[in-house]
C-alpha cells in the first residue's frame, strides 16, 4: 500500500510539472504570436521543428542513459561523425546509399559500445569517458576532413533529410516514431524498466541479478545509434558533411531531458518529459529569432535554462524523498500504535 | 603552456575537494573580454583588472553556491556555466576582437616580457608568464602540503562526511576550491589579454579539457582527495611536448586535439589499473 500511495504521489508531482511545462511552452507561442504575429505559420512552425529535431532524437537516447545514472557526452561528436563517415563513403568511396548508411550506424553504435566498455572496465563516472571520446572524436573528425565540409549527395540521399512525406519532414516523423516506439517499451518492457533499477541504486541492482554491465553497454551504444541516424539525416538536410556540426548538442541533449522532468541523478525520467522538453528549448530558440533579439543571447539562456531545469528536478527529487520518509514514518507510527492495543 | 599550467593549478584544486569545473575556458573569455572593454572605454588598467577579477570570482562563486547549497552535480553546473559566460562574452563583443589602443604600453608589454640569457654566445628568452607559472606551481603545491587551510582540501574530499563530522566548514571549504579556480582563470586571461593585445569571446575553447586531462595525468582522482600540483604540472609538459611533437614531426596538427582526448582516456585507464587491487 505504501508503495502504491508512494507511486500515486511521485506520479502527481510529474503530471503538475508536465501540465506546467505545457503551459509555459504555450504561454510563450501565444504571447509570441500575438507581439510578433509570425509564430504561428505554417513555414515557421516547421523551421522551429527542424531546427531542435537532431538535438531532440539525440535526446532520446539520453533519456535512457540518465535514467540509468550514466551521461553521455559524445553524442555531439558521433553525430558529426556519423555525417562525415556516410558522406565520404558515398561521395569518396562510391557505396550505395543503403550500404553508406548501415556502415555508417555499424560504426556509431560500436563507438557506443567503446564508450560503454570503457565505462564498465575502469569505473570512473561516465562523464570523463565519454568527454575523452567526445575530444578524440571531433579530433578524428577535425583531422580526417582537414576542416573542409564533405559535399554532393545524390537526389535519393538528400530525400532523407529534405524529403516530406504527408507534408511532414522525414527527420520529423523519425522523431515521433522513435519517440513513440522508445517511450511504450520504456514503459512497458522488462528490459528497460532495469534502467530504473540500476539508475535508483546500482549496487542493489547488481546484487538482485541484474546484469548491470551489459544493460550498460547495451544503452550506451542506443544512445550512439541515435546519434547516428541524427548525424546521417543531419548530413541530407544540410547536404553537406563538417566536423564543427553539433557543437555544444550534448548540452541541448542533456537540457531537454532535464526540463522533461528527469532526475539528473539517475531513477526517474520518461519519454513523454523529454519530447516535452524538447519542444520546449524549441519554441524557446524560435522566439529568438522571431523576436530578432540578438541571436549571441541564445547560448545564455540555453545554459541558464539547464541550470534552472537541473535546480528544479534536483528540488522535486528532494521533495519526493520527504514524502516518501513521511509515509514511511506514519506506516510505523500506525503499527506501533496497532501493537500497543 | 603557461597558460594550461595556470588553469590546470585550478583545476587540480577543485579536482580535490570532489569537484569539477568546465567554466574554466569561458570565464577566461569573460573576464578578458570585461578588462579589454573596459580598458578601450579609458578606465584606468588596475581598476579594470580589478573589474575582470570581480567578474570571475562571481563566476566562481556561483558555481560554488549551486554545488554546495543546491545540491546540483558539479559538472552540470559548471557546464551551464559554461554555456552562460561564453554566450556573455559573445554577447558583449558580438564575437569580435576588442583591442584597446589607448592602454599605457606596459600592460601590452609584461605579457610577453622575457628575460634574455647569454649562454655560450646564444641569447636565450625566458619569459615572464613561465616564471609566473612555475612559480605557482611551488607556491600552491608547498600551501597544499604544509598550511593547514590549503589541507583541509584534501580531508573535504577524501570524505566529506567526516570532515564535516569533524567540526569543518564543509561548504565554505569547497566554495573556496571554486573561487581559488576562478582566480588563476583570471590570471590566466589577464595574462593572456596582455600578450595577445586583444580581448576575444574565443579565448580558452578546449581549455577545460585540457587542464583536466592534465591534472588526472597528474594524478588527481574524480573521486575526491588524491592530486598534485606538480603532477599536473606534469601532465601539462606532457600534453605541450605531444603537440610539439606533432609540428616537430611534420604531422597533420589536427590531430592534436584527438591526442587530448586519448590521453585523458588513457589516463583514466591507468588510475584503474592503479587502483584496481584496492578495489577488490
Redesign the interface.
Known amino acids: 500500500m505504501m508503495n502504491g500511495l508512494f507511486h500515486g504521489l511521485s506520479r502527481n508531482v510529474i503530471v503538475v510539472q508536465y501540465i506546467g511545462l505545457v503551459t509555459v511552452t504555450l504561454a510563450t507561442l501565444i504571447g509570441f504570436q500575438v507581439t510578433f504575429g509570425n509564430v504561428l505559420t505554417g513555414a515557421n512552425l516547421e523551421v522551429l521543428a527542424m531546427n531542435m529535431v537532431f538535438e531532440g532524437i539525440m535526446a532520446l537516447g539520453m533519456t535512457f542513459v540518465i535514467i540509468m545514472g550514466g551521461?553521455d557526452l559524445s553524442v555531439a561528436s558521433v553525430y558529426a561523425f556519423a555525417e562525415i563517415l556516410v558522406a565520404k563513403l558515398m561521395v569518396q568511396a562510391g557505396f550505395p546509399i543503403a550500404a553508406a548508411i548501415l556502415i555508417t550506424l555499424i560504426a556509431c553504435s560500436c563507438l557506443g559500445a567503446l564508450n560503454g566498455t570503457?565505462i564498465v572496465?575502469?569505473?570512473?563516472?561516465p562523464?570523463?569517458?565519454t568527454?575523452?571520446?567526445?575530444?578524440?572524436?571531433?579530433?578524428?573528425n577535425?583531422?580526417i576532413t582537414?576542416?573542409h565540409s564533405v559535399s554532393g549527395f545524390s537526389d535519393e540521399f538528400l530525400f532523407l533529410g529534405q524529403g516530406k512525406v504527408f507534408g511532414v519532414n522525414l527527420p520529423i516523423i523519425f522523431f515521433g516514431l522513435a519517440a513513440a516506439i522508445l517511450g511504450v517499451l520504456l514503459a512497458n518492457h522488462r528490459y528497460f524498466r532495469q534502467l530504473y533499477f540500476i539508475g535508483g541504486g546500482e549496487r542493489a541492482a547488481r546484487l538482485s541479478g541484474v546484469s548491470v554491465s551489459r544493460v550498460k553497454i547495451t544503452i550506451y551504444m542506443l544512445s550512439a545509434s541515435l546519434a547516428g541516424c541524427a548525424g546521417v539525416m543531419a548530413a541530407a538536410k544540410y547536404g553537406a558533411a563538417h566536423w564543427a556540426h553539433g557543437n555544444?548538442a550534448e548540452?541541448k541533449a542533456?537540457a531537454a531531458v532535464?526540463i522533461g522532468g528527469a532526475n539528473?541523478?539517475g531513477g526517474s525520467g520518461t519519454i513523454a518529459g523529454t519530447v516535452l522538453g524538447v519542444i520546449f528549448l524549441a519554441v524557446v530558440h524560435n522566439a529568438f529569432v522571431t523576436s530578432a533579439v540578438?541571436p549571441?543571447?541564445?547560448?545564455?539562456?540555453?545554459?541558464?535554462m539547464?541550470?534552472v531545469a537541473?535546480?528544479l528536478s534536483?528540488f522535486i527529487a528532494?521533495r519526493n524523498a520527504r514524502a516518501m520518509l513521511g509515509l514511511k514514518q506514519s506506516k510505523m507510527d500506525q503499527l506501533a500504535a496497532i501493537h500497543q492495543h | 603552456m603557461s597558460y594550461d599550467l595556470l588553469v590546470a593549478i585550478g583545476m587540480t584544486i577543485v579536482l580535490i575537494v570532489r569537484g569539477?569545473d568546465l567554466s574554466v575556458g569561458s570565464v577566461m573569455a569573460l573576464s578578458s573580454v570585461t578588462m579589454a572593454l573596459l580598458m578601450r572605454g579609458d578606465v584606468p588598467v588596475l581598476l579594470a583588472l580589478a573589474a575582470g577579477l570581480i567578474v570571475a570570482l562571481f563566476c566562481g562563486l556561483v558555481n560554488g553556491l549551486?554545488v554546495v547549497k543546491?545540491?546540483?552535480?558539479p559538472?552540470?553546473?559548471t557546464?551551464?556555466?559554461?554555456?552562460?559566460?561564453?554566450?556573455?562574452a559573445?554577447?558583449v563583443t558580438?564575437?569580435q576582437y576588442i583591442s584597446f589602443p589607448s592602454a599605457p604600453p606596459w600592460f601590452s608589454q609584461f605579457g610577453r616580457f622575457e628575460f634574455r640569457i647569454e649562454i655560450g654566445g646564444t641569447s636565450y628568452g625566458l619569459p615572464l608568464i613561465l616564471l609566473i607559472g612555475l612559480a605557482f606551481v611551488a607556491i600552491t603545491s608547498l600551501l597544499l602540503a604544509y598550511w593547514t587551510p590549503f589541507r583541509s582540501f584534501f580531508f573535504v574530499g577524501e570524505s566529506p562526511e567526516a570532515a564535516r563530522l569533524s567540526g569543518m566548514n564543509v561548504d565554505r571549504i569547497m566554495i573556496t576550491a571554486y573561487l581559488l579556480s576562478a582566480l588563476f582563470v583570471w590570471f590566466t586571461a589577464l595574462l593572456l589579454t596582455s600578450a595577445n593585445k586583444i580581448g576575444y569571446a574565443n579565448y580558452g575553447i578546449?581549455a577545460e579539457?585540457r587542464a583536466?586531462a592534465a591534472a588526472?595525468v597528474g594524478g588527481a582522482s574524480?573521486a575526491g582527495g588524491a592530486g598534485s600540483i606538480f603532477g599536473a604540472f606534469l601532465g601539462v609538459l606532457m600534453l605541450a611536448l605531444i603537440g610539439n611533437g606533432f609540428v616537430m614531426l611534420n604531422g597533420?596538427p589536427?590531430?592534436?586535439?584527438?591526442?587530448?582526448?586519448?590521453v585523458?582516456?588513457a589516463a583514466?585507464?591507468i588510475?584503474?589499473l592503479r587502483t584496481y587491487r584496492d578495489?577488490r
Open positions: 551521461i570503457l572496465l575502469f569505473r570512473v563516472h562523464l570523463i569517458i568527454m575523452g571520446i567526445l575530444l578524440t572524436l571531433r579530433g578524428i577535425l583531422a582537414d576542416g555544444l548540452l542533456i532535464a539528473i541523478n540578438n549571441f543571447w541564445y547560448d545564455v539562456v540555453s545554459g541558464l539547464l541550470l537541473v535546480s534536483r528532494l | 569539477i549551486l543546491g545540491g546540483i552535480l559538472f552540470l553546473v557546464l551551464g556555466m559554461m554555456s552562460v559566460a561564453r554566450g556573455l559573445t554577447v558580438t564575437g578546449g579539457l583536466l588526472v574524480l597533420n589536427n590531430w592534436q586535439q584527438a591526442s587530448v582526448g586519448v585523458l582516456i583514466v585507464g588510475d584503474a578495489r
